[in-house]
């Protein structure tokens, strides 16, 4: 089925683990976000990347790496867990940044940094 | 700067009442896009509507209708005559010309049978 996915969908992780989190899209859309959803605090844009071999930071970047080897290919990375990580991650795909439809959303991923 | 507010943190309406879900906005920017999305218990995240900024005319879709008003930066939802199924967390978003989707924190809406 075409839309976006991401893997895996829950995860532990002890403080100071690392881990990747894999967000695939078979729409050929160019733009592809990664956002994260806190209790409260709606949906905030963690990095961004307007097309293949580009990234971009948003509002919450510090403790995230994220790279775009492949059009279809978004991943984040965290070097160095924190509690402060426990979170829901989204990732998300559009043609543009604006595109009628908005953006396409993944299920999420439920990260616990224990 | 851009900013959502959804002031309504939570709302329980019995079935088949009406309900407005809130959404006030803020952009210095002439040209954006507003946006609701709901999530369901589920967890996943579904596109309802989108609007541009130089399109204030109001839309119906079978029950929901959307009321964007820029004089009031405002960009309300309505459901009519509520079901258990619209029971949710639903958010409004904002995009200018940088990419960037700006949400609101989400009103959680349960419908009581």
């Known amino acids: 089925n075409a839309g976006v996915t991401q893997t895996p969908k829950f995860r532990v992780l002890k403080t100071g683990q690392s881990m990747t989190l894999l967000c695939a899209q078979d729409m050929n859309h160019e733009y592809m976000y990664w956002y994260r959803q806190d209790p409260g605090m709606g949906l905030r844009l963690i990095h961004y990347s307007v097309g293949e071999g580009t990234t971009a930071k948003g509002e919450v970047p510090d403790g995230y790496n994220v790279s775009r080897l492949k059009k279809q290919n978004f991943l984040l990375g965290l070097e160095s867990a924190a509690p402060s990580q426990t979170s829901v991650y989204f990732c998300?795909?559009?043609?543009?940044?604006?595109?009628?439809?908005?953006?396409?959303f993944g299920s999420g991923t439920r990260l616990t940094v224990v | 700067a851009q900013k959502v507010t959804q002031a309504q943190t939570e709302i329980s309406v019995v079935e088949k009442e009406d309900v407005t879900l809130d959404c006030v906005y803020e952009?210095?920017?002439?040209?954006?896009?507003l946006f609701w999305y709901k999530q369901p218990p589920s967890g996943e995240l579904v596109f309802l509507i989108r609007?541009?900024?130089?399109?204030?005319q109001n839309e119906i879709s079978g029950r929901y209708s959307w009321n964007f008003q820029k004089s009031t930066s405002s960009f309300n939802f309505t459901i009519t005559a509520s079901q258990v199924v619209d029971s949710a967390v639903y958010f409004c978003a904002l995009i200018v010309l940088g990419n960037q989707f700006y949400f609101g924190t989400g009103t959680s809406l349960t419908v009581i049978p």
């Open positions: 609007r541009n900024s130089f399109d204030e």
């Open positions: 952009t210095r920017d002439t040209t954006y896009y």
């Open positions: 998300a795909s559009s043609y543009s940044g604006a595109s009628k439809r908005g953006y396409t």
